[in-house]
């Protein structure tokens, strides 16, 4: 019965010592960690990696809840296969314990928040967005694409799509779209 800690955070800039010091202060035999957007588990290869290593009777230790999960629908999906394995999950610094009935009733609520919070961010950012649009100052994201480039290798090197694409490193489509546009 091992004891297998997960750490978390969104971006690169952030800082993971603090929560490597919890978990290993708590007993955690491995702990892995990864620098992802929790609101999803696509691209989390050290989560996959923990839930395909994890044997009946270990656990998996993380800080706190919305370390592992941002969605109820994701943390519920973990729980569950944690459960089908025989694992349990808890947290360092909430009472979330899945070997319990309160610890596995708090999970759930804690889940519901970090959806709600998660979801709360969003609506804040998407009316910022259009209170920006809406004062001519928002202009989204720069290219990443050198257009007059593309046209460019077009019009004075007689470049098809394909070759376009392999030489700038970019999407076929993408070079369509610019020489429609």
């Known amino acids: ?3 297998y800690g997960y750490a978390r955070v ?4 952030q800082d993971l010592t603090l929560q490597e010091e919890t978990l290993r202060n708590a007993g955690c035999d491995v702990i892995r960690t990864e620098k992802a ?6 691209g989390r290869t050290e989560l996959d990696t923990l839930m395909q290593f994890l044997r009946p009777g270990d656990t998996l230790m993380v800080t706190r809840i ?8 994701d943390l519920q999906d973990i729980v569950r296969e944690l459960r089908t394995k025989g694992a349990d999950l808890k947290a360092t610094e909430q009472p979330v314990d899945t070997s319990t009935a309160a610890g596995k009733a708090f999970l759930d609520m804690l889940g519901v928040f970090a959806e709600f919070e998660t979801n709360l961010r969003r609506e804040r950012q998407m009316e910022g967005i259009a209170k920006a649009k809406a004062e001519g100052v928002y202009k989204g994201r720069k290219p990443s694409i050198d257009a007059a480039e593309v046209r460019r290798l077009r019009d004075q090197e007689g470049l098809g799509a ?7 490193g970019i999407g076929r489509a993408s070079v369509y779209r610019i020489l429609e546009a």
Do not use: C, P, Q, Y
């Open 66 to 73: 919305d370390r592992l999960a941002r969605s109820i629908g």
């Open 37 to 42: 957007s929790g609101t999803s588990r696509n």
């Open 1 to 3: 019965m091992a004891v």
């Open 162 to 168: 394909t070759e376009i694409a392999k030489r700038l």
């Open 10 to 13: 969104s971006t690169t800039d």
